[in-house]
């Protein structure tokens, strides 16, 4: 596969990828709830030729190639949003309250359904077999997880696999894409619920009751003191509380408090000795205050790991196809064993199969796109999702070439 022709071949599929990423914008869903999405997503492989296929809760996968003889190469592309109302000035903003597309998986989505085209162009080529998976419950770090578990590696056998996610509010130049060269580049999550129970009351009569914000609050900044007195220097590990609920009036006094959040680690060690003292400091704390606490770890996703060999040779494929614009994460961080803080489920492909990561800078600060994902006023340029879409295609193209049995 010739790399710039297939680059000028995404250059005339931009305004469709860039349509069907707006299209997807403006309907955002939540988890593992993808009806229109998924709908959305089906009718347009459909169009191509493509026979989609249910995968786990909400997913869709399809299959190009596997008329020459060869091993199977998987991308991946997530498209479930978040539950945060859009507040970016844009004229295809989402029309569905409280959801937004706020990390870009509209755009994983939509380029996608390029890259789908692109193969489709060039099955006949393809030496093996090049699985296509639309995931959904990436936020929720479940979707990954609901699609191995339905068999996406098997039948075919997935050999190797990349995914790509946009990135808009980072000082990188538009265009740029970033590949993950070995190791662990993205972090472990595990999620926890903190459930603190006192004694409601009066607002005027403290005395006569338990206050579980008063021990809610003293947990969540010793919680917040972990990283500064019990980590060692340079171990990378940390502890969010980023939703804190309790009380439905101002002069009421709870009976209860919850707090969610996630620990995040890079490696195996970290993360059970801060799950141990999450757990161990919210108990103490709460019994000091007389509240009874629960503590529950509801979730968890390893890191996500970029194999050496896979990802040397996504370098090479994408210098072939981008240039300059193509870029190693360890020469971009100056550091080869920096992790990001950022948690991704694609871990649960990742650690099975030997697989890469790449980000694709959707939009610097420079040009004015000044809010990072998961703000309510994130907004990403779309004008150059063609090389996500020629990205996706090449790499697996080549990888299938080059690693014939």
């Given amino acids: 596969m010739n790399a710039q022709e297939l680059l000028q071949e995404a250059i005339a599929l931009q305004p469709e990828i860039q349509a069907n990423r707006r299209e ?38 399809v299959l190009a190639g596997g008329k020459k003889p060869g091993k199977c190469f998987l991308i991946r592309g997530d498209m479930d949003a978040l539950p945060i109302q859009e507040e970016a000035e844009v004229d295809f903003a989402s029309e569905n309250p409280g959801k937004m597309h706020a990390c870009g998986h509209d755009t994983h989505a939509a380029m996608m359904l390029g890259a789908a085209k692109l193969l489709k162009e060039h099955e006949d ?80 009569m403290p005395h006569l009751t338990i206050d579980p914000i008063t021990a809610a609050a003293h947990i969540h900044v010793a919680l917040a003191e972990i990283h500064s007195r019990e980590l060692t220097s340079g171990t990378f590990g940390v502890i969010t509380t980023g939703k804190f609920q ?96 950022g948690s991704e489920d694609f871990a649960f492909i990742s650690t099975k199969v030997p697989s890469v990561s790449m980000m694709l800078a959707v939009g610097n600060p420079e040009n004015g796109y000044c809010y990072p994902q998961h703000h309510p006023k994130a907004r990403f340029d779309d004008s150059k999702l063609f090389e996500g879409a020629a990205a996706y295609a090449y790499v697996a193209a080549r990888w299938l070439e080059e690693h014939q049995d």
């Fill in 24 to 61: 997807l914008h403006k309907h955002p869903e939540l988890g593992l709830e993808m009806e229109f999405t998924k709908a959305f997503v089906k009718a347009k492989l459909e169009e191509m030729g493509y026979e989609p296929q249910d995968c786990g809760e909400g997913g869709l996968v």
């Fill in 125 to 204: 080529a393809l030496q093996g077999t090049v699985k296509l998976l639309f995931q959904p419950g990436e936020e929720t770090l479940e979707g990954a997880e609901s699609c191995v578990k339905a068999g996406v590696l098997e039948n075919p056998h997935v050999d190797a696999a990349m995914m790509i996610h946009s990135m808009t509010g980072m000082p990188m130049p538009h265009g740029v894409v970033l590949i993950m060269d070995g190791g662990r580049g993205m972090a472990s999550c595990d999620q926890y619920k903190i459930t603190v129970k006192g004694k409601g009351g009066h607002g005027a």
């Fill in 246 to 341: 309790a009380g439905v009036a101002s002069n009421v006094i709870a009976d209860t408090a919850v707090m969610e959040g996630t620990i995040r680690t890079g490696d195996e060690a970290t993360e059970e000795m801060l799950m141990q003292r999450v757990k161990e400091i919210a108990e103490s704390v709460g019994k000091a205050y007389r509240c009874e606490v629960d503590v529950d770890f509801v979730g968890h996703c390893p890191p996500n790991i970029s194999d050496k060999e896979v990802s040397a040779s996504a370098v090479k494929y994408m210098t072939e196809l981008l240039g300059q614009a193509a870029v190693p994460a360890s020469v971009a961080m100056g550091d080869s064993n920096k992790i990001s803080g």
